[in-house]
């Protein structure tokens, strides 16, 4: 349908438009904005939308298609447009607007929205206040199921979600949580007090955004509340949200492990020299770090010149030892962000990544020796290179167990340890290992 309505745009088919659009999601309609890169086509567009529908598509845009709408619109059609927004997404666009922008948005936003706003940026960056929306309902305890419905039609309209109420005390204590299922299937003159959940699943304003994904997971929930340190319920996350954080944090983790310095843009917009700086620093870092292996071939020469043939084997190491460690690394690394391994669990960890990486190490040593065996005819260089292999795995893989782990214990984040970094650290091993044994089981032949 985005395609449809790109074509009515082109014919000047308005009406199709407007009738088109009512039957999309605002996702979809906001995907259209973005596709039209001519201000004048994107500003036409908008301005054919609905109001209803133009404020509730504004909340999906991009931060860049947000700020060319409020670039575009009256002062009275960007007060429209603010009133209809959801207090996180509110929050999410002044943090995220140019000082210009964010000038004219507060300038006509209500004072109650500004006080609200300024409150809610005290909280932490990544922190479940910085997430959280006042958008809720919530009941007393005295309220009868009656009264709560009542309620419900009444506030609900422009709360975020009603599938949970929230009990509260006279303080703004949280008493209980009772879900719209339990209010309807309820007698209408049962309390709140006699239906509701009083051992309530909740997180704290400073917890992490990352733990709060957590707890969503853990407990499969659709919105969580937020209380402060009295247990006072100050607002709720939905699960919209958690996605985005979740989206985020898989992303951030993804260029960690690659060697990429975290980015907010997506690929296309952002800048060449934005993307050249995100990697420079992790490869010139990686550069000279190889340059270890590069020493230790040149500290061998010998060896090499005696039996060329050594040479051949060494890129098979260092790639397997990479392969090895990258496993282990990789599944670690996941382990922990689950918070299925703890730190307490190293020993257990480090012990079963050892019995895999020698079954590992054996099979694959098997399969080497016997190809360079029937190759070259040569078994004292087979063995050599089997047992490197199998020295190698146990080395790479207990390093992609360990590092993650040290890294966590250093309060740094586990996805520093992954790929590059480890791959860097186990091509040096390989090698060294590869040329002590060459030392050990060849030295009559060097």
């Given at each position: ?258 060697g990429i310095l975290p980015s907010e ?71 922990m962000a689950l918070d299925e391994v ?30 360079i065996a029937f190759q070259y005819h ?69």
């Amino acid at each position: 349908m985005v395609d449809v309505v790109l074509q009515y745009l082109a014919d000047h088919k308005y009406a199709k438009v407007k009738e088109t659009v009512r039957e999309m999601h605002y996702a979809d309609v906001a995907e259209v904005f973005e596709s039209l890169e001519d201000p004048e086509s994107a500003q036409l567009f908008f301005r054919l939308l609905p109001k209803d529908i133009a404020a509730e598509v504004f909340s999906y845009m991009e931060a860049e298609d947000q700020e060319r709408v409020i670039s575009s619109v009256s002062d009275r059609e960007l007060r429209f447009i603010l009133d209809e927004l959801y207090l996180d997404d509110y929050v999410d666009l002044v943090e995220e607007m140019p000082a210009n922008v964010v000038k004219r948005v507060l300038k006509n936003s209500s004072p109650e929205s500004r006080k609200l706003i300024n409150q809610y940026l005290q909280y932490p960056e990544d922190s479940a206040g910085s997430l959280m929306t006042n958008e809720y309902v919530y009941l007393k305890r005295g309220t009868t199921v009656n009264q709560a419905l009542s309620v419900i039609r009444t506030t609900g309209v422009d709360k975020e979600t009603i599938n949970k109420c929230y009990v509260l005390d006279p303080q703004h204590h949280l008493e209980g949580v009772v879900t719209l299922r339990d209010i309807i299937l309820a007698d209408p003159d049962t309390v709140m007090a006699d239906i509701m959940r009083t051992s309530v699943i909740s997180v704290n304003t400073n917890d992490d955004q990352e733990e709060v994904a957590k707890m969503f997971y853990k407990y499969d929930m659709l919105a969580m509340p937020v209380v402060d340190n009295e247990n006072r319920l100050v607002g709720i996350i939905t699960i919209d949200d958690v996605v985005d954080v979740v989206q985020e944090e898989v992303t951030e983790d993804f260029e960690k492990m690659a060697g990429i310095l975290p980015s907010e843009d997506t690929y296309l917009k952002t800048p060449v020299f934005t993307l050249f700086k995100s990697r420079i620093l992790w490869l010139m870092v990686l550069m000279v770090s190889a340059m270890v292996s590069g020493a230790l071939i040149t500290h061998f020469e010998s060896a090499i010149s005696a039996l060329p043939l050594l040479v051949s084997f060494i890129p098979m190491l260092m790639g397997t030892g990479g392969n090895s460690g990258s496993q282990s690394s990789t599944t670690i690394i996941r382990s922990m962000a689950l918070d299925e391994v703890e730190l307490s669990d190293f020993f257990r960890v480090w012990w079963k990544e050892v019995r895999v990486a020698l079954l590992c190490g054996v099979a694959l040593g098997a399969v080497n020796y016997a190809r360079i065996a029937f190759q070259y005819h040569d078994g004292s260089i087979a063995m050599t290179v089997s047992l490197t292999l199998v020295v190698t795995v146990v080395v790479a893989k207990s390093l992609g167990c360990i590092l993650p782990m040290l890294a966590k214990k250093l309060k740094l984040d586990p996805a520093l340890m992954a790929s590059p970094m480890l791959t860097t650290i186990t091509d040096a091993c390989s090698i060294l290992v590869f040329f002590l044994f060459v030392t050990l089981f060849l030295g009559n032949r060097l």
